[in-house]
């Protein structure tokens, strides 16, 4: 069974602090996509970035670096430099194949709060 | 990308009312999925509904309170019917559904039943 787990619930940062937000996934598959989502206050999910299970380099985009490691199973996300902006509730999402329709698993969530 | 728009963006319902959600999409996409998103919940999977058949419903969702409609190709709907309070929440459609897609989502209707 395809699982995505989100231990962080909430967390508080300073401005300019760095900030990691953790994702651990389970699945049998070996092809598989990961995501990450962010969803401000005002409800929109916003899509940040999709990684294939063949991809394991890191990414870098701006201020935001994902880090994909399959040998323990995560697909952690960076924020450096953090902003108000930033604060928002973020999803990591694993594509679960079934049928030949492939569906979102969502993690939990982790509410990013960051204070000026 | 497409672009996604859902109507209403929101609304306050009275329990027991029925509210109709639609999805316009620019492009046609074979695919398309409806989720829900409880008060500080995660997302969760209503149905999928391909253009040209009945919507394929998740576990704990059944189509006499979630019809959906998918009359075309960058079109949808989804009824929730016969309102109660533990229906508000966020509705979202979104795009994709193959393994090669980047699924985008909709803006989502926010949805608040008294």
């Known amino acids: 069974a395809q699982k995505v787990t989100q231990a962080q619930t909430e967390i508080s940062v300073v401005e300019k602090e760095d900030v990691t937000l953790d994702c651990v996934y389970e699945t049998r598959d070996t092809t598989y996509y990961l995501f990450w989502y962010k969803q401000p206050p005002s409800g929109e999910l916003v899509f940040l970035i999709r990684r294939n299970s063949f991809d394991e380099q890191n990414e870098i985009s701006g201020r935001y670096s994902w880090n994909f490691q399959k040998s323990t199973s995560s697909f952690n996300f960076t924020i450096t430099a953090s902003q108000v902006v930033d604060s928002a509730v973020y999803f990591c999402?694993?594509?679960?194949?079934?049928?030949?329709?492939?569906?979102?698993?969502f993690g939990k969530g982790t509410k990013l709060t960051v204070n000026p | 990308s497409a672009v996604i728009s859902q109507k209403p963006s929101r609304d306050i319902c009275q329990r027991g009312t029925s509210l109709t959600i639609q999805c316009q999409v620019d492009?046609?996409?074979?695919?398309m999925f409806w989720y829900r998103q409880q008060p500080g919940q995660s997302l969760t999977l209503i149905a999928t509904a391909n253009q040209g058949s009945e919507a394929t419903y998740e576990s704990g969702f059944v189509i006499d309170k979630f019809p959906i409609s998918r009359p075309n190709l960058t079109f949808s709907t989804l009824t929730v019917s016969n309102m109660s309070p533990e229906d508000s929440s966020i509705y979202l459609c979104?795009?994709?559904?193959?393994?090669?897609?980047?699924?985008?989502f909709g803006p989502g209707t926010r949805l608040t039943v008294l």
């Open positions: 492009s046609q996409v074979t695919m």
């Open positions: 979104s795009l994709g559904g193959r393994l090669t897609d980047t699924q985008y």
């Open positions: 999402a694993l594509i679960r194949p079934q049928g030949g329709s492939e569906k979102l698993v």
